[in-house]
């Protein structure tokens, strides 16, 4: 049974820094993608990053030069480096892994909100 537990959210003031983690089980995690996605009220869930099994990165626009993702295979973790937070940022944050069988995993969500 794949469990992908999210932690390091929280309420953060404009322009402060949080560090998201996933740590997944269940999983070959050093073959598969992970990716944050976030989900803000009334919107539909958005890509935020993601990291390969090879490490390739990927950012939505509008978190390049802000955030960082990375993963520690020994301790299949990955995570979520996030500086300079807009209050734009609020929302509910999920972890995605991508088996190495395309199958997709989610986590639960940890809250972030960014007051201005």
């Known amino acids: 049974q794949v469990q992908l537990v999210e932690s390091g959210g929280g309420l953060v003031q404009a322009e402060g820094s949080l560090r998201l983690s996933c740590a997944a089980s269940?999983?070959?995690?050093?073959?598969?993608?992970m990716g944050w996605y976030r989900q803000a009220p009334g919107k539909q869930r958005e890509l935020v990053a993601t990291?390969?099994?090879?490490?390739?990165?990927n950012y939505a626009d509008s978190v390049k030069g802000r955030f960082a993702i990375s993963r520690d295979n020994s301790k299949n973790t990955v995570y979520l480096q996030m500086n300079s937070l807009k209050s734009e940022d609020t929302a509910v944050y999920y972890c995605?892994?991508?088996?190495?069988?395309?199958?997709?995993?989610w986590g639960q969500g940890t809250q972030v909100t960014v007051s201005s």
């Open positions: 995605k892994a991508r088996s190495v069988w395309k199958y997709d995993y």
């Open positions: 269940g999983i070959i995690f050093r073959l598969a993608d």
């Open positions: 990291v390969t099994a090879v490490e390739t990165t």
